[in-house]
């Protein structure tokens, strides 16, 4: 069965420079998630996307921005990023709202 | 806003025994579900077993069973026969069941468990 893909699976910046992290749901699933999980953390939900519309945000900081395109994919762009933006970001996917979300294998994320 | 805490950091048990992982959480909400997500080392999000709040009988996938109380707001993962594989970070999580509520999910810290052989 097909699973979320997210691409790319590692990246390294350097500190002020802009990343985007792409996400592409399972086929049919309408609703895209966006978690980060720091080291040592638990994941930390960032924003959602149901039918190419924001549905809820999280604590996400003003330097990055999402969108869901008309194909349902999502990408996360970071900008002026900071070490501590250096972790592991999930992106899962559901068929409508309030149904199990099954996650991508995650984009390291890696600034130095 | 909802919590979930996880009152273990870390457990080991011996394979083929059985371990109980603890999960409490807190809530306003009378509808919910309440899930078990299992990060082995390949740091991948696995789904291991799933609880809606409105359904009475606990959920049981294979070796993996949960002990659900609603009134006391605690949702407990057995797993049974251990093994090796099972080596791994588990997070207990919730979600709301709100229509046009916050449809994330909010995770407890993890519990780190380690199968011995």
């Known amino acids: 069965a097909a699973g979320v893909i997210q691409s790319p699976r590692h990246l390294i910046k350097e500190k002020r420079e802009t990343a985007t992290l792409k996400c592409y749901p399972i086929p049919r699933h309408d609703t895209v998630y966006w978690y980060q999980q720091g080291p040592g953390q638990d994941p930390q939900f960032l924003i959602s996307f149901y039918e190419k519309m924001q549905s809820d945000k999280g604590s996400i900081p003003d330097r990055f921005s999402a969108q869901q395109f008309s194909d349902y994919h999502s990408e996360l762009n970071m900008s002026s990023l900071e070490l501590g933006d250096s972790a592991l970001y999930f992106c899962?996917?559901?068929?409508?709202?309030?149904?199990?979300?099954?996650f991508g294998p995650g984009t390291r994320l890696t600034v130095l | 806003a909802q919590t979930v805490t996880q009152s273990q950091p870390e457990m080991s048990v011996q394979e083929a025994e059985t371990v109980t992982l603890s999960c409490t959480y807190d809530t306003s909400e009378n509808n919910y579900y309440l899930f078990w997500y299992k990060q082995p080392p390949s740091r991948q999000m696995i789904l291991v077993i799933r609880q809606e709040a409105y359904k009475q009988q606990n959920a049981t996938e294979n070796r993996f069973s949960v002990n659900f109380q609603k009134a006391a707001k605690s949702f407990s993962l057995k797993i049974s026969d251990s093994q090796l594989g099972d080596t791994a970070m588990y997070f207990c999580a919730f979600m709301t069941s709100i229509q046009g509520g916050s449809e994330k999910l909010v995770f407890g810290k993890g519990t780190k468990l380690t199968v011995n052989p």
């Open positions: 899962a996917s559901s068929l409508g709202e309030l149904n199990e979300q099954f």
